[in-house]
């Protein structure tokens, strides 16, 4: 079964990633969820932001919401699309997980009941911690092949 996870590069005023711990024993994670059947990827990204850690003024970074020359309203791109497959009680999984560039001033982070634990890197720290989870060294990846852009944003 493919399911469809929206998940964020979530940078405060001093350009510090949150990463999140759940309760079901996962290495730290970016902060995000599953899409449901009626949602966008952007609209799944901040009911989960809200539902996980009470985030409410967020902004999604890359192209804004418009209208491009044909009519067709324009969303904010992913920066990366992580596929992933893995098998949970004897059944497979398969994952396409769509990362985003995320900016908020919002200080106060108030994790519901899944999450144990959350804390800001700097991006530096972010690079020099290990894990030996796939997901997370690729978040490492995109973060080194992006450190320019993350001074422009």
Known sequence: MLRYIARAFLLDSED????????????????????????????????????????TGVDILGMKNRTNQEGVIMKPTPICIHETQYEREGKMSHRLEFWYFVRTDQTDIVPNEEVIAHQRFGISEVLALSAPDEIFLCMKDVLEQNEELLELL
């Open 16 to 55: 510090r990633v949150l990463l999140i711990k759940h309760k079901n024993n996962q290495p730290r994670v970016l902060p995000g969820g599953h899409v449901e059947e009626w949602e966008s990827l952007t609209g799944a990204l901040r009911r989960e932001l809200t539902e996980e850690l009470n985030l």
